[in-house]
């Protein structure tokens, strides 16, 4: 599977922007970025993905870099609630197998 | 619409003993997998089903077994209960087999091993 890398904790104020990193760099050209977030107590929740264009939805934004090798998602206002660690997972499309391969993720934490 | 939901949220067994673990996926959703979460690390993926057939397997000792019913619901099982065993039990669906479809998990099981 190919790797991704993420700092392992990052802070944020409340309603200020966050961009978390990923860098993937072994990705291969079908590979989907998936990202995920997981409160305290809670099962993981789907936040994005995309595979080459920039995407948007009402949680988040994606933004991927020209040559795949890392993505940054974007939280535009950080709220105490978006406090949980975000894992960034290559799904490859190769094959079989399913599977989302967690990493250790960023934990994010939002000062009030 | 209810979401995944796993059954029991919380579990004491001791070594040896078996365990076994129910999910229902969201409503429509034909696929399931489960992953295990130990305290401090991302989950780790044991199994997906998809219409009834396997289609995946992590890197898991033959002890653990799953199956999924013709509602979709499924069941996750653990034979010979080691105390390594202790961890969050996840479940997530899909409502596609595509792999770039979102999976939905629920809150897990807590199992604990004495």
């Known amino acids: 599977d190919a790797k991704t890398t993420q700092p392992n904790s990052m802070e944020s104020n409340e309603e200020e922007p966050v961009h978390l990193p990923c860098n993937h760099s072994?990705?291969?050209?079908?590979?989907?970025i998936h990202w995920y977030r997981q409160l305290p107590s809670q099962g993981p929740e789907y936040v994005i993905h995309?595979?080459?264009s920039n995407v948007n939805n009402r949680m988040a934004s994606l933004a991927i870099a020209e040559d795949r090798k890392s993505s940054t998602l974007i939280l535009h206002r950080a709220t105490l609630r978006d406090a949980a660690v975000y894992y960034c997972?290559?799904?490859?499309?190769?094959?079989?197998?399913?599977?989302?391969?967690f990493g250790k993720g960023t934990l994010l934490t939002v000062n009030p | 619409d209810a979401g995944v939901t796993q059954s029991p949220t919380h579990l004491i067994k001791t070594r040896g003993q078996h365990v076994t673990l129910r999910c229902s996926p969201i409503?429509?959703?034909?696929?399931v997998s489960w992953y295990q979460q130990v305290l401090g690390q991302g989950p780790q993926f044991i199994f997906q089903?998809?219409?009834?057939?396997?289609?995946g397997r992590g890197n898991f000792p033959d002890r653990f077994s799953a199956r999924q019913f013709p509602n979709y619901s499924s069941e996750l099982n653990v034979n010979a209960l080691l105390l390594g065993d202790s961890a969050l039990y996840l479940c997530?669906?899909?409502?596609?087999?595509?792999?770039?479809?979102?999976?939905?998990f629920g809150d897990g099981t807590r199992l604990s091993i004495l």
């Open positions: 072994t990705i291969s050209g079908t590979d989907y």
């Open positions: 997972i290559l799904m490859a499309l190769r094959g079989s197998n399913y599977k989302l391969t």
């Open positions: 997530a669906s899909s409502g596609a087999e595509t792999k770039n479809a979102a999976q939905h």
């Open positions: 409503s429509g959703h034909k696929s």
């Open positions: 089903y998809y219409e009834k057939e396997e289609r």
């Open positions: 995309g595979l080459t």
